[in-house]
Structure formats: C-alpha cells, structure tokens
C-alpha cells in the first residue's frame, strides 16, 4: 500500500510569489483535504476535494485554491504570497466509505515567505 | 470558545509512567474522534480512533471517550523515550468532512 507523498519538501519564496504544492494520495483513497499547520498550533483546516470538486473550505481566502485530478492527487495553489503564509502545509489523504473519516497526513511541505 | 482544546504542556512524565492526555470539544454533534502523534518536523500520524462511548486500547494507548461530558483522552502507559512527542486530539462533525484540531500536548519522556 502506498502512502500520502507530497512535494516539494521544503520551499522558500518571496512575497507576492505564487506557489504550488503537490500531493498523491494513499491507493484506495478519493479524498484530500489540505490543512496549514503554523509552528506551535494543530493543523488549521484549508479545503477538502473529492471526486474533484472543492467540498468544504476553513477561513482562507480566495489566493488559496486547489485541484483534484481523476487519479485522486491534489495541487494546492497559493497567490500573492504574504510572511503570514510560511508554515506546514499538510496533505491528508481519505476515503468517503465507512464514514468515520480516518484521515492520513503526508509528510508535509514546509513553505518559507521571506 | 475553541472546537478543541487541550490540556496545555508540556507534560513531563518518568520513563515507565502513565501519560494522561485530555481534551473538550464544543460540538456536541461531533461523532469521530482521533489521536495523532507528531514528532519535532515530521507530520502528524494517527494512532488512535475513537467513536463510541467508553475505552479503546490498542497495544499501550488507550483512548476515553465520555460524549456527555465532551471529553476525550488518551492514556499513555509504560511511557518510552520514543513516546516522546506532541499529541493532538482532532474531532470530526457528521457531513462536515473536516478534522478539527487542538493546539497539542507535548510530552517529554525522561530516561
């Protein structure tokens, strides 16, 4: 079984850059959820894709968008880069059967904003 | 008020001891409730699920979950070295498919 991959690991920008964060999900998964984890704080919940529609967004504003491909994986896009941006951006990978949501992260993209 | 809170640490327990790990939450809809455990610049990883009233044990950890008191909590026994970490307790709300998370307890294990 393979698990969540996520790319690039580590990434620095400037502000008012864009960037673009990559994820695969786990095989047997049809979802992805993305969350922000600043240093210190839990995860904060960006959005959640599946069947490749945007379903469920937290408190982020319209530079954050993302995508979902038909193999699953996701890109998470963010604009106009502000300092405020630089965390953990965190990939979670889940299926919708079953209904408990049991989501699974990926390793993370560590995202500095000079 | 926040959707999750946490008992704040850091918790510092002696090797072999019991850490005791809380957390409340708002919603009293919620029906999904996990334990991730995220080591220093690593991602979280699950490692307990819980949805039903009463206890959960899995190999050293059990998880509690009490839905009228809105607590839930995990219990680390025969705490190692490697236990060493930052928990969090995230909580799910039926057709809201997010997770919601607490600020973390971080756990010092001391040979």
């Known amino acids: 079984e393979t698990g969540v991959t996520q790319s690039p690991t580590h990434l620095i920008k400037t502000r008012g850059q864009q960037v673009t964060l990559r994820c695969s999900s786990q095989?047997?998964?049809?979802?992805v959820s993305w969350y922000q984890q600043a240093l210190g704080q839990g995860p904060q919940f960006i959005f959640q894709?599946?069947?490749?529609?945007?379903?469920g967004r937290g408190n982020f504003p319209p530079r954050f968008s993302g995508l979902q491909f038909p193999n699953y994986s996701s890109e998470l896009n963010v604009n106009a880069l502000e300092l405020d941006d630089s965390a953990l951006y965190l990939c979670?990978?889940?299926?919708?059967?079953?209904?408990?949501?049991?989501?699974?992260f990926g390793p993370g993209t560590r995202l500095t904003v000079l | 008020q926040k959707e999750v809170e946490q008992n704040s640490g850091p918790l510092s327990v002696p090797e072999g001891a019991i850490a005791s790990l809380n957390c409340t939450y708002s919603?009293?809809?919620?029906?999904?409730f996990f334990w991730y455990r995220q080591y220093s610049g690593k991602s979280p990883e699950l490692i307990m699920s819980?949805?039903?009233?009463g206890d959960k044990e899995d190999g050293r950890f059990t998880a509690q979950l009490n839905k009228a008191s809105q607590y839930v909590s995990l219990l680390i026994r025969d705490s190692q070295p490697s236990d060493s970490a930052t928990y969090l307790c995230?909580?799910?709300?039926?057709?809201?498919?997010?997770?919601?998370f607490g600020a973390g307890t971080t756990v010092t294990v001391r040979a």
């Open positions: 919603d009293r809809g919620s029906q999904s």
């Open positions: 995230a909580v799910n709300v039926p057709n809201d498919y997010k997770l919601s």
């Open positions: 894709y599946y069947r490749e529609e945007e379903n």
């Open positions: 979670a990978s889940s299926s919708r059967t079953g209904g408990y949501n049991e989501q699974f």
């Open positions: 095989s047997g998964h049809n979802t």
């Open positions: 819980i949805y039903s009233n």
